[in-house]
């Protein structure tokens, strides 16, 4: 199965700020980021969503009928929504970085929360025949599918980076 991975477009978020499952609105212009990413997409393929406005809009300029799935959502930062990442407490931050597969914020979730619930939607959708889709996602959830659609190791997958408006397109392996 080929799957386009699509970020959703630069939301309204001040820069330094920690946020995840925030529904935030775009700071950009949709159908100008939907006109640049449609060229890059084969016509007629299916769209899924995350349900947040930020990567809704997008689906919707995109798709007639994107369908929205709770498994796509960006990963949950609890307490630490919408604060700035220097005023989280260093101790904290510490224990993430010691453990961020296993370590969850405060009223949040683990990495390794997300990755379950992404690894769930990503196995249900091959499961269902489908040859291609796109996913109009988060930059978290788009770590976990390309780290394992390469056989990357946690780390290195952790610290992937995707620009806001990146298309990037990955093989997902049948199971052996």
């Given amino acids: ?3 386009y991975l699509i970020r959703h477009p630069t939301p309204q978020v001040a820069a330094g700020v920690c946020y995840g499952r925030t529904d935030l609105p775009l700071a950009a212009d949709v159908a100008a980021a939907a006109a640049r990413i449609l060229p890059q997409l084969p016509a007629h393929l299916p769209v899924y969503t995350s349900p947040l406005q930020r990567c809704r809009q997008l689906a919707d300029a995109l798709h007639p009928a994107p369908l929205s799935d709770p498994r796509l959502l960006e990963m949950n930062f609890g307490t630490w929504e ?4 220097n005023q989280i407490q260093r101790e904290a931050l510490d224990g993430w970085a010691a453990d961020p597969l296993g370590y969850a914020p405060p009223q949040g979730e683990s990495v390794g929360q997300m990755q379950a619930r992404v690894q769930s939607f990503v196995a249900e959708t091959r499961r269902q025949g489908l040859e291609r889709v ?3 996602a988060h930059a978290g959830v788009m770590k976990v599918i390309v780290g394992h659609a390469q056989g990357l190791p946690a780390r290195q997958w952790m610290a992937l980076r995707f620009e806001y408006e990146s ?5 997902i392996a049948d199971p052996e």
């Fill in 1 to 3: 199965m080929q799957l």
């Fill in 82 to 85: 919408m604060r700035p990442w």
């Fill in 134 to 136: 796109v996913l109009v």
């Fill in 167 to 171: 298309v990037v397109c990955v093989d």
